[in-house]
């Protein structure tokens, strides 16, 4: 099976500009969560997706949003960049209920904001 | 907030040698995970324990579990240079339906060759 997948691999943007990130999880996975990891603050958790329905959001502002599409995948959106948004973007995928902890993560989005 | 916390924050050793890292958690839990980053990828699972399980093994890789203390142990045996990365412990917040896992700050391991 192909692991997770998330494009772009590299993205560089300017402070306010609004960018979006893919995911395609793995075949038959139907959870799709995504993370955050900066060097400050480490890895912390965005939201997760089942059945195209948000089922966990972390504490991040409203700029951050996401949503998933009919066949799992999902993509996030940061709007109104800010210098601090610069990070490692990881998605992870998993079964659904009752293995959602089981998570297989994609390689990342590296965003660079200027 | 993170669930909790790693230490060390960094180990180094040689090739061959044992290494452990530790990590302590806030909360009951009903599984903690281990992963491990190489240089900014993503991460790789290696190990889930239950929090009915004290022990469990897999390879060289051996990961202990005391819920009394809130605490896990990871060690690997017998080093390889290619196990330099970063490692993270994980748990799952409230039930095992939840996709929303809580990381530690991580440990950085270095194998010298």
């Known amino acids: 099976k192909a692991g997770v997948t998330q494009t772009p691999r590299y993205l560089i943007k300017t402070r306010g500009q609004q960018v979006t990130l893919s995911c395609s999880p793995i075949?038959?996975?139907?959870?799709v969560s995504w993370y955050q990891q900066t060097p400050g603050q480490g890895l912390q958790f965005l939201f997760e997706?089942?059945?195209?329905?948000?089922?966990n959001k972390g504490n991040f502002p409203g700029r951050f949003s996401g949503r998933q599409f009919s066949n799992s995948r999902s993509e996030m959106n940061v709007s109104t960049l800010e210098l601090g948004d610069s990070a490692l973007y990881l998605c992870?995928?998993?079964?659904?209920?009752?293995?959602?902890?089981?998570?297989?993560f994609g390689p990342g989005t590296r965003l660079t904001v200027t | 907030s993170q669930q909790g916390e790693e230490d060390p924050q960094a180990l180094s050793i040689q090739e061959g040698e044992n290494a452990t890292m530790n990590c302590s958690y806030k909360?009951?839990?009903?599984?903690l995970q281990w992963y491990r980053q190489n240089s900014g990828r993503g991460l790789v699972h290696l190990i889930l324990?239950?929090?009915?399980?004290r022990e469990k093994h897999s390879g060289r890789l051996r990961v202990t579990l005391d819920t009394s203390k809130k605490s896990s142990s990871l060690l690997i045996t017998a080093s390889r240079a290619a196990d330099t990365a970063s490692y993270f412990c994980?748990?799952?917040?409230?039930?095992?339906?939840?996709?929303?896992?809580?990381f530690g700050q991580g440990t950085t391991l270095q194998v010298k060759p």
């Open positions: 992870a995928s998993s079964l659904g209920p009752g293995r959602a902890y089981e998570q297989y």
């Open positions: 075949s038959g996975h139907r959870s």
């Open positions: 997706y089942f059945s195209e329905t948000q089922r």
């Open positions: 909360t009951s839990i009903n599984n």
């Open positions: 324990i239950r929090s009915n399980e």
């Open positions: 994980a748990t799952g917040e409230g039930s095992s339906n939840t996709g929303k896992l809580i």
